[in-house]
């Protein structure tokens, strides 16, 4: 079993930046993909970025130049660098890990992943 913690969200103006951080509660960085999905008010989930257990990134095209997706595999700890934000990126945001090794990641789909963190809320304003 595996918990996934996430953590670093909050309110923040148009332009800002924030860095989000997920730690797992056992070494899984090295061999499992991981993701971020977020959840805006009234809409389904959807995925932001992958990060393979080689390193290989994939992102959304609406965060793509933006966002950026690293792992710390000596801390457990994905993270999530988030620059240039907009309103339309509040949501809450949720990390992943996906057990089976299979490809391709991109794009995310939720039921490929079988652990989740508790999210973290990311507000932005205009």
């Known amino acids: 079993q595996v918990q996934l913690v996430e953590s670093g969200g909050g309110s923040v103006q148009a332009g800002g930046s924030l860095k989000l951080s997920c730690v797992a509660s056992r070494n899984t960085n090295m061999r499992y993909h991981m993701a971020w999905f977020r959840q805006p008010p009234g809409e389904e989930r959807e995925g932001v970025a992958t990060?393979?257990?080689?390193?290989?990134?994939s992102y959304a095209d609406s965060v793509k130049g933006r966002f950026t997706i690293s792992k710390d595999n000596a801390k457990n700890t994905l993270y999530l660098q988030m620059n240039s934000l907009k309103p339309e990126d509040t949501a809450m945001y949720y990390c992943?890990?996906?057990?089976?090794?299979?490809?391709?990641?991109?794009?995310?789909?939720?039921?490929?992943?079988?652990?989740w963190g508790q999210g973290t809320q990311v507000t932005v304003s205009s």
């Open positions: 992943a890990l996906r057990s089976a090794p299979s490809y391709p990641l991109w794009p995310p789909r939720t039921y490929e992943y079988n652990y």
């Open positions: 990060i393979d257990r080689d390193g290989e990134t």
